[in-house]
């Protein structure tokens, strides 16, 4: 099972960015897939997940209306589009597959990307 995450990049505050997570090895579409977050010196954060069909999507309070996640389960491919980044959202990024539930909790998820670098400069 491998989930690649890409995506990342340096950005100014206010800027967009969208990260993908293609997943191989297991059918996206049977796993409900989350993204969290981890910056230096910090615990790994969740950022938000999405119900196995898409229908259902769930985010911490600190991203709520700002980013939104999608699936394109043809592509076996999670999106996290991230609308107007500020500083605080600096970190890397991780994608997560879990069978199912409405999961937060980083231990709770079954398998891992490597993560994406993200960085906002005020």
């Known amino acids: 099972v491998q989930l690649q995450a890409s995506g990342g990049g340096l950005v100014q505050a206010g800027a967009s960015l969208r990260l993908s997570c293609a997943a191989s090895?297991?059918?996206?579409?049977?796993?409900?897939m989350g993204w969290f977050r981890q910056a230096p010196g910090k615990e790994r954060e969740f950022v938000g997940g999405?119900?196995?069909?898409?229908?259902?999507?769930w985010y911490a309070d600190s991203v709520k209306g700002r980013f939104a996640i999608s699936r394109d389960n043809s592509k076996n491919t999670v999106y996290l589009q991230m609308n107007s980044l500020n500083p605080e959202d600096t970190a890397v990024y991780y994608c997560?597959?879990?069978?199912?539930?409405?999961?937060?909790?980083?231990?709770?998820?079954?398998?891992w990307g490597q993560g994406t670098q993200v960085t906002v400069s005020s």
């Open positions: 090895g297991l059918t996206s579409s049977q796993y409900v």
């Open positions: 997560a597959a879990v069978k199912r539930g409405r999961v937060v909790v980083a231990d709770d998820y079954d398998y």
């Open positions: 999405i119900s196995q069909s898409g229908g259902s999507t």
